[in-house]
């Protein structure tokens, strides 16, 4: 069973940064992707960025294109997401989300909440 737990989340005003991680567990973890969504109040969970686990080829969302950055650590079994000059409309519980072949993504972590002030 694949377990992800995020971390990271805060409260920072606006034009600040955050780095979001999360890491993976699991005897067998060998993902295809892994991707952070994310939910904002009144609002669907909504793709924000992905990272194919092999290559490392990343994708965003046109709403973070420019400002947040995705990176995995294979080695460690994280992946990370650089959020800079972050917006009040940005705000929301972020999730990480791995899959392990293309294709919907299967597991999910608990979230972890970002809140920016404007």
């Known amino acids: 069973q694949v377990q992800l737990v995020e971390s990271g989340g805060g409260l920072v005003q606006a034009g600040g940064s955050l780095r979001l991680s999360c890491a993976a567990s699991?005897?067998?973890?060998?993902?295809?992707?892994m991707a952070w969504f994310r939910q904002a109040p009144g609002k669907e969970r909504e793709f924000v960025a992905r990272?194919?686990?092999?290559?490392?080829?990343?994708f965003y969302a046109d709403s973070v294109k420019g400002r947040f950055t995705i990176a995995r650590d294979n080695a460690k079994n994280t992946v990370s997401l650089q959020l800079n000059s972050l917006k009040p409309e940005d705000t929301a519980v972020f999730y990480c989300?791995?899959?392990?072949?293309?294709?919907?993504?299967?597991?999910w972590g608990q979230g972890t909440q970002v809140t920016v002030s404007s």
């Open positions: 990272v194919t686990w092999s290559a490392g080829s990343t």
């Open positions: 699991g005897r067998t973890f060998s993902p295809f992707s």
């Open positions: 989300a791995a899959n392990t072949k293309s294709g919907p993504y299967l597991y």
